[in-house]
């Protein structure tokens, strides 16, 4: 007869399914034999009664007996716990099987889910390789998410994770959106113009409900349509109106001052963002606003900084902050208006604004578009990249600024010195035309349309930054299919700021991008004196130029349409005198037009704030909002 406290006896309870009497055999057995198999087959019991928790537990204990199939009851308690919500306990386990997670994709699932969800997706890239070579699709999954979510890495082998999860579901839009993504940022023009067709076929046909699994930044490097645009939402958080209703609702004291929140992980000197903004938040009139900047930039990129932050805000940083206590810090500042600098751009912490931080709460600069699904009272932006037939596509209302959206630091960049061409490896004789833009902006179309512009002005070269030798041997591949000889063919890489402004002197004309123009980069090209020519867009990403061409009264460069940028480049390259002219107004107009005039932008920011207070204390909903321009200058606002 068994013993009736005997692993036998137990294990007949547990054959026999007598799962209860097996639990209280097992019980009694563990006060006195705790070895492995004792514990996995308390494990197993408990499974069957529905206790995952203790079966975890058991499973791990298990484990820490060092029997011979210790690794696999590690396996097994590492999923229970994970499957049981206990997630850090599943991350702190399988720390353990860090050196063997190849053999293990299941738990490479488990961890990479987890540090997807916790915003460490670098950290995650370590498992992209080992899930993607898992049966399940899900692991496979997984592992084009992890690549997606670091697309900014620039890393060419994420093509091919792509390319496999598509080869793996080739019916799916969404999959084939997200190979898309890789294949512009390395300009891998053969696939785009395989899988972009099918994509405009579909969403020409009325099907849509894909897009909503694009994300939003993305969205926007393959459709100019604003419909389009504001149905990508992949990388958004949860939103819903009424969230506006009971934040706008919240008790709030007012102050003497208006109590303004920047909210961005760009606060560094060597940021575009920054580049643009800094002279605005030094310029704050102190006496009616106070200036918090909530910084959540990456420690490595603010060692780099080498500004006195100070300047700009009193610095609270909530990087390593929950969003729940980040929003308490907020809060505790009792802040009237919230900015967000960020959108949907990669390092976000847009969800805070869903937690109703503020009783204004406003997008600028960050993204060039709707911040969909997230609560925002308004947009900041001007007339040119804000025109009254956008306002159908937005939930933030339009505050529009009379002369330009984009601000520019005039103070703390320098000026450009002219350059040889010789010095840069470009010919003297030929007209240089140049695109500064990042690769993912240059379309097939777009190219095509260059290298047309190159047949039809013989003496011209085109001169583009890449980002990678893989960007540059697809662009260059390009241009020899159309017939454009290498050596007309020139590239950069990238340099340090200051000698990224004296090289674009080298250049005849800026050629822009869309439906994505240069942004930062259209400005820094002005502000070294190069004429820029863009196309007239149709939404915001691709009205940018045109706002600052305006901006600095050279409107000419503004084409109405495709054909007519190109005949008006051809007709530069073939006679360059019209571009004297413009160039020598681009140079008079630095110092006078309200492009670079950051303290008449910080003035008419200034006023919008204010007008946006108004509205809230007065206890009106938010509206679209026009910004009054102060007098013109009659002189320059500095002088160097």
Same mark, same amino acid.
């Given at each position: 007869?068994?013993?009736?406290?005997?692993?036998?006896?137990?294990?007949?309870?547990?054959?026999? /399914? &007598?799962?209860?009497? $097996? =639990?209280?055999?097992? #019980? %009694? *057995? @563990?006060?006195?034999?705790?070895?492995?198999?004792?514990?996995?087959?308390?494990?197993?019991?408990?499974?069957?009664?529905?206790?995952?928790?203790?079966?975890?537990?058991?499973?791990?204990?298990?484990?820490?007996?060092?029997?011979?199939?210790?690794?696999?009851?590690?396996?097994?308690?590492?999923?229970?716990?994970?499957?049981? /919500? &206990?997630?850090?306990? $599943? =991350?702190?386990?399988? #720390? %353990? *099987? @860090?050196?063997?997670?190849?053999?293990?994709?299941?738990?490479?699932?488990?961890?990479?889910?987890?540090?997807?969800?916790?915003?460490?997706?670098?950290?995650?890239?370590?498992?992209?390789?080992?899930?993607?070579?898992?049966?399940?699709?899900?692991?496979?999954?997984?592992?084009?998410?992890?690549?997606?979510?670091?697309?900014?890495?620039?890393?060419?082998?994420?093509?091919?994770?792509?390319?496999? *999860?598509?080869?793996?579901?080739?019916?799916?839009?969404?999959?084939?959106?997200?190979?898309?993504?890789?294949?512009?940022?390395?300009?891998?023009?053969?696939?785009?113009?395989?899988?972009?067709?099918?994509?405009?076929?579909?969403?020409?046909?009325?099907?849509?409900?894909?897009?909503?699994?694009?994300?939003?930044?993305?969205?926007?490097?393959?459709?100019?349509?604003?419909?389009?645009?504001?149905?990508?939402?992949?990388?958004?958080?949860?939103?819903?109106?009424?969230?506006?209703?009971?934040?706008?609702?919240?008790?709030?004291?007012?102050?003497?001052?208006?109590?303004?929140?920047?909210?961005?992980?760009?606060?560094?000197?060597?940021?575009?963002?920054?580049?643009?903004?800094?002279?605005?938040?030094?310029?704050?009139?102190?006496?009616?606003?106070?200036?918090?900047?909530?910084?959540?930039?990456?420690?490595?990129?603010?060692?780099?900084?080498?500004?006195?932050?100070?300047?700009?805000?009193?610095?609270?940083?909530?990087?390593?902050?929950?969003?729940?206590?980040?929003?308490?810090?907020?809060?505790?500042?009792?802040?009237?208006?919230?900015?967000?600098?960020?959108?949907?751009?990669?390092?976000?912490?847009?969800?805070?604004?869903?937690?109703?931080?503020?009783?204004?709460?406003?997008?600028?600069?960050?993204?060039?578009?709707?911040?969909?699904?997230?609560?925002?009272?308004?947009?900041?932006?001007?007339?040119?990249?804000?025109?009254?037939?956008?306002?159908?596509?937005?939930?933030?209302?339009?505050?529009?600024?009379?002369?330009?959206?984009?601000?520019?630091?005039?103070?703390?960049?320098?000026?450009?010195?002219?350059?040889?061409?010789?010095?840069?490896?470009?010919?003297?004789?030929?007209?240089?035309?140049?695109?500064?833009?990042?690769?993912?902006?240059?379309?097939?179309?777009?190219?095509?349309?260059?290298?047309?512009?190159?047949?039809?002005?013989?003496?011209?070269?085109?001169?583009?930054?890449?980002?990678?030798?893989?960007?540059?041997?697809?662009?260059?591949?390009?241009?020899?299919?159309?017939?454009?000889?290498?050596?007309?063919?020139?590239?950069?890489?990238?340099?340090?700021?200051?000698?990224?402004?004296?090289?674009?002197?080298?250049?005849?004309?800026?050629?822009?991008?869309?439906?994505?123009?240069?942004?930062?980069?259209?400005?820094?090209?002005?502000?070294?004196?190069?004429?820029?020519?863009?196309?007239?867009?149709?939404?915001?990403?691709?009205?940018?130029?045109?706002?600052?061409?305006?901006?600095?009264?050279?409107?000419?460069?503004?084409?109405?349409?495709?054909?007519?940028?190109?005949?008006?480049?051809?007709?530069?390259?073939?006679?360059?005198?019209?571009?004297?002219?413009?160039?020598?107004?681009?140079?008079?107009?630095?110092?006078?037009?309200?492009?670079?005039?950051?303290?008449?932008?910080?003035?008419?920011?200034?006023?919008?704030?204010?007008?946006?207070?108004?509205?809230?204390?007065?206890?009106?909903?938010?509206?679209?909002?026009?910004?009054?321009?102060?007098?013109?200058?009659?002189?320059?606002?500095?002088?160097?």
């Amino acid at each position: 007869m068994l013993n009736e406290i005997s692993y036998a006896a137990a294990s007949k309870h547990f054959k026999t /399914g &007598q799962y209860t009497q $097996a =639990l209280q055999t097992l #019980n %009694k *057995l @563990i006060d006195t034999k705790r070895d492995a198999r004792t514990y996995a087959l308390l494990a197993k019991t408990c499974m069957q009664i529905g206790m995952p928790e203790q079966a975890a537990t058991s499973y791990e204990l298990a484990y820490q007996q060092n029997g011979i199939d210790a690794e696999s009851y590690l396996v097994d308690s590492i999923k229970l716990y994970y499957d049981c /919500g &206990q997630k850090d306990k $599943a =991350l702190s386990l399988s #720390n %353990k *099987l @860090i050196h063997r997670f190849h053999k293990y994709p299941d738990i490479c699932y488990i961890v990479g889910t987890i540090l997807l969800e916790r915003g460490e997706p670098r950290i995650a890239r370590a498992l992209k390789s080992v899930l993607m070579k898992s049966d399940s699709i899900e692991h496979v999954k997984l592992g084009a998410r992890i690549a997606i979510t670091t697309w900014d890495l620039f890393d060419p082998k994420d093509i091919e994770t792509a390319r496999l *999860l598509l080869a793996k579901l080739p019916r799916q839009q969404a999959v084939r959106l997200m190979y898309l993504v890789f294949c512009r940022e390395h300009s891998k023009f053969d696939a785009i113009e395989k899988h972009q067709p099918i994509i405009d076929e579909v969403v020409a046909g009325g099907e849509t409900r894909f897009v909503s699994l694009d994300g939003t930044f993305f969205n926007l490097h393959w459709s100019g349509d604003e419909h389009i645009n504001q149905l990508a939402r992949s990388n958004t958080p949860a939103f819903n109106p009424e969230m506006s209703v009971t934040r706008r609702q919240l008790p709030h004291e007012w102050g003497e001052k208006i109590r303004i929140g920047y909210l961005s992980s760009d606060l560094f000197d060597k940021h575009a963002t920054m580049k643009l903004i800094r002279r605005v938040l030094e310029l704050h009139d102190r006496d009616r606003f106070e200036v918090t900047l909530f910084c959540h930039s990456a420690p490595d990129l603010l060692e780099t900084n080498e500004a006195d932050r100070s300047l700009w805000g009193d610095v609270v940083t909530v990087r390593e902050m929950s969003n729940e206590n980040a929003l308490a810090e907020i809060k505790a500042r009792n802040i009237d208006i919230l900015v967000d600098l960020k959108g949907h751009t990669a390092g976000n912490r847009t969800a805070i604004l869903n937690m109703g931080a503020a009783p204004i709460q406003v997008a600028w600069i960050g993204f060039p578009g709707s911040t969909v699904n997230v609560d925002l009272d308004y947009v900041i932006g001007d007339h040119h990249v804000l025109p009254d037939s956008s306002k159908p596509h937005y939930y933030e209302k339009f505050v529009r600024l009379p002369e330009t959206y984009q601000p520019n630091d005039p103070v703390n960049r320098p000026l450009a010195k002219q350059v040889n061409r010789a010095d840069l490896g470009l010919p003297e004789d030929a007209f240089v035309f140049a695109s500064f833009n990042a690769n993912r902006k240059i379309t097939p179309q777009v190219a095509e349309l260059w290298g047309n512009i190159l047949k039809r002005a013989p003496n011209s070269v085109i001169w583009i930054l890449h980002n990678s030798q893989d960007s540059r041997t697809n662009i260059l591949t390009k241009f020899l299919a159309m017939g454009i000889p290498a050596k007309r063919v020139f590239f950069m890489k990238k340099l340090d700021f200051e000698l990224h402004l004296n090289r674009i002197t080298a250049a005849d004309l800026g050629l822009d991008t869309f439906p994505v123009n240069g942004h930062t980069t259209t400005s820094e090209q002005l502000w070294s004196g190069l004429p820029v020519l863009t196309v007239k867009g149709t939404n915001f990403a691709s009205r940018v130029s045109e706002s600052l061409l305006h901006a600095i009264d050279v409107p000419e460069l503004i084409a109405q349409d495709e054909a007519a940028y190109a005949d008006q480049a051809v007709a530069y390259a073939l006679d360059p005198t019209p571009l004297k002219e413009i160039r020598a107004r681009i140079d008079a107009n630095r110092f006078t037009k309200p492009l670079f005039d950051a303290e008449r932008y910080c003035r008419h920011l200034e006023t919008a704030y204010e007008m946006m207070v108004e509205r809230a204390k007065a206890g009106a909903e938010p509206d679209h909002l026009d910004v009054p321009a102060l007098p013109a200058r009659s002189g320059p606002f500095e002088v160097r």
